[in-house]
């Protein structure tokens, strides 16, 4: 059955995304200008929605949209640009001002109130595998975000430029990306390579949280927690002066159930020269595949007090890590088919990258679970996709936790 969408009346408001794009600078000389660069970038917005994804089709749908819905997207003429103007533009255009632009506009929306929990901000690297197959030359391939948990907001993205193999790249963008983002109020969570002392110093010293895996990449730290946690056998160890344990058991999407147990302790606290940890912990999951049982084990820090974060919280702030994997990546290059783009010149890569972030922050922050669906919805009613973007943001339609949001699609 097909899906219906609610289309409010489509006036562009003060603090809409389309007003906050003419901040962005554009690199054109003002004598060649035709189309203003805050129209082409709200008609990128707006397709893209609208299930419209590269530069081709977007310049397509602009073509098709009536003289009202193209005024209201800034071509008071009633003509749009072609594709080539679009690609030569983003070509042109400094992603990082854009990138700014989107940072300032969506991140007041995401700040908790006083007495909420602190919210979940994952970083973690994606790579743009269409553009592999091109000159390294040309624009980035990969790119750092940071990703809001429970809003599914980009809350900051970063190229990654550096020609350094993939871990050692991320690395140094990271305090980049970090600089971007407002911390009091957030915890950074992440794998085990941002499990750096100048990150978390950085994060802290903006005041911020931090929850983070710890492996063998910081051996010390690691075998500290390791020998807390699970002595080797025959090592005469006394007993967790602090010992805070949480299970679930998940059986969602059919799956067989997968137990996971959280253990925290304030035991290393006074020991560990590692700045602002306030806690250590072990993750333990069990699982079955091909009903062979499965086993792992994961040890972390995290800044957060046992007053602040129970065992539960968490581990439910771990768990809500994997959202930039399944709300962030796993969109964009599946659902907004970034994995098949071809584009590759200049700043385009990174430009359309920020519009296909800009569209995904825009749906999650008005409540869409189901996003293909409502791409689909989209694209047979415009004047839904343009309200989004010409509209102002509203209080987020979704605040409970990440975990409980069914389906990627």
Partial sequence: MQSTVSVPAVVVSPPSLAAALADVPDPRRAASVRYSLAAILTLAVSAIPANHRSVLAIAAWGARQSPDQLRTLGFADGRTPRQSTIQRLFCK???????QTLTQW??????PGKDAAPQGVAID????????????????????????????????HEPVTSTADKTEAE?????????????????????????????????????????????????????????????????????????????????????????????????LTAYLQWPGVAQVFRIKR?????????????????????????????????????????????RKDVTFGEDASLIHA??????????????????????????????????????AAIALVVGPLV?????????????IG
């Avoid at 091109?134 to 391939?141: E, L, N, Q, S």
């Fill in 93 to 99: 255009l400094d992603g990082a001002a854009l990138a």
């Fill in 106 to 111: 969506f991140a007041p929306g995401a700040k």
């Fill in 125 to 156: 690297g994606k790579a743009q595998r269409g553009r592999l197959q091109f000159p390294t030359d040309g624009g980035p391939v990969h790119a750092l975000s940071a990703f809001c948990h429970d809003q599914g907001i980009v809350l900051a």
């Fill in 171 to 267: 690395l140094t963008v990271a305090p980049t990306l970090l600089a971007r983002v407002d911390w009091p109020g957030r915890v950074l969570t992440g794998d085990a390579l941002f499990c750096q002392r100048t990150l978390c110093q950085q994060v802290r010293a903006a005041g911020g949280d931090d929850l983070l895996l710890v492996k063998e990449n910081q051996p010390a730290l690691y075998q500290d927690i390791q020998l807390l946690f699970d002595p080797p056998a025959g090592i005469a160890w006394r007993p967790l002066t602090d010992r805070r344990t949480t299970r679930t058991i998940d059986t969602g999407h059919g799956r067989r159930p997968e137990i996971r147990e959280l253990t925290a302790s304030t035991d």
């Fill in 286 to 330: 069990t699982w079955r595949v091909h009903g062979q049982p499965k086993r792992a084990r994961h040890y972390g820090i995290t800044s957060l007090s046992p007053e602040r974060s129970a065992p539960d919280r968490l581990l439910a702030r771990k768990r809500g890590h994997w959202a930039i994997e399944h709300r962030l990546h796993w």
């Fill in 346 to 383: 200049g700043q385009g890569p990174t430009v359309m990258a920020l519009l296909r972030d800009a569209a995904i922050s825009l749906l999650h922050h008005h409540g869409v679970r189901q996003v293909a669906a409502r791409l689909r919805a989209h694209s047979q009613q415009p004047d």
């Fill in 395 to 407: 209080a987020h339609a979704y605040s409970g936790s990440p975990m409980s949001w069914a389906g």
